[in-house]
T-cell receptor
Framework: EADIYQTPRYLVIGTGKKITLECSQTMGHDKMYWYQQDPGMELHLIHYSYGVNSTEKGDLSSESTVSRIRTEHFPLTLESARPSHTSQYLC?????????????FGPGTRLTVT | GQQLNQSPQSMFIQEGEDVSMNCTSSSIFNTWLWYKQEPGEGPVLLIALYKAGELTSNGRLTAQFGITRKDSFLNISASIPSDVGIYFCAGQRNTDKLIFGTGTRLQVFP
């Protein structure tokens, strides 16, 4: 069973606010990912990390930023939220040395910006 | 950018029926994957396929890696209410990141 956690599960905030979405995993995985998903639609990779102090942008351009200071923690930050950022954000991780596609997903954070 | 098209978009079936869905691309993939996502949760990996023509089962689920390497198929036999969810295919080429399909939404009525 996957041990990957995301908080908050739901967030409604006003335009211009700074927010941080938390993601933690207790599996010791080196690789972590952030995906953006509109309801019922496909997932788009926005950030990934192969280890501490390693972060890369994904295929979908995003105004968010990420950091990886500890192996187990991969937070995503929006400096100034806008209504266009309304979406579901999914965090995932995969084991070191294993297939990258064996990604374990967290439950997601549903963000609404008013 | 790269897109994986899934069909059908939605399926409404009766419990006990078999289900078939597919995923197609204009590009070749080296790995095909099938995930299931239930409401309010993240996707869960169901089946991974590694080579053209491969047929793999996981309980009542069977998936196939198309011969052309541009498509994949998922079948669910004798559907039950807990099969409800969105089924996503995903493809991977070499060391590229996963590309997810558009999803097939399955609803099962008792």
């Amino acid at each position: 069973e996957a041990d990957i956690y995301q908080t908050p599960r739901y967030l409604v905030i006003g335009t211009g606010k700074k927010i941080t979405l938390e993601c933690s995993q207790t599996m010791g995985h080196d690789k972590m990912y952030w995906y953006q998903q509109d309801p019922g639609m496909e997932l788009h990779l926005i950030h990934y990390s192969y280890g501490v102090n390693s972060t890369e942008k994904g295929d979908l351009s995003s105004e968010s930023t990420v950091s990886r200071i500890r192996t187990e923690h991969f937070p995503l930050t929006l400096e100034s939220a806008r209504p266009s950022h309304t979406s579901q954000y999914l965090c995932a991780s995969s084991k070191s040395g294993g297939p990258e596609y064996e990604q374990y997903f967290g439950p997601g954070t549903r963000l609404t910006v008013t | 950018g790269q897109q994986l098209n899934q069909s059908p978009q939605s399926m409404f079936i009766q419990e006990g029926e078999d289900v078939s869905m597919n995923c197609t691309s204009s590009s070749i993939f080296n790995t095909w994957l099938w995930y299931k996502q239930e409401p309010g949760e993240g996707p869960v990996l169901l089946i991974a396929l590694y080579k053209a023509g491969e047929l793999t089962s996981n309980g009542r689920l069977t998936a196939q890696f198309g011969i052309t390497r541009k498509d994949s198929f998922l079948n669910i036999s004798a559907s039950i209410p807990s099969d409800v969810g969105i089924y996503f295919c995903a493809g991977q080429r070499n060391t590229d990141k996963l590309i997810f399909g558009t999803g097939t939404r399955l609803q099962v009525f008792p």
